[in-house]
């Protein structure tokens, strides 16, 4: 597990609302350096969250951190669910990009890619980010927002470019200029 602080960009690179494409593609690469981009999009989980599956008659599953069987007898119509104590965690560090942290690993490393975001905007409240909970969270809201808005930019840039045109007469540098 790394200890090192997560990369805090000049003024001018911090995320301010109208730099979201140059901003996203610098945290998507800090963070793969580090190997946090799993936790990011969500796909390293936090180990401590129970995840239980029912299924059908006569299966079982088990949840990857607590152990949970589910089985349903073929004569009944109710499931027989067992959760037992969490499993044996390993002391020794797992790398940033294991998918199966231990659950303290988890929270620093969540912690540490929640710091690359958040200290990495000017103004994270007044941008509408939610900083609560786990960097998943915080990017999930900043993406279905300006991922979106970034589309109404580039249609209307599109159909602004595709309306220029240039006339006998006009001035050819100025025409290149608004090009």
Known sequence: MSNNSPQIFSDHDKFDGTNWIAWKNMITIAAEVHGAMGYLTGTISNPGTIILHLTPTGTTTTATTTAATSTMSPTSTTPAITLTSPTTQSTVDTPWYSTIPSPS????????????????????VGLGINIMGTVAGAWSSLTSIYDKTTELALLYAQDELQGLRYHDGDNFPNHIAQL
């Open 105 to 124: 690993e988890w929270k620093a490393q969540n912690a540490w890619s929640k710091g690359l975001i958040i200290y990495n905007i000017r103004n994270p």
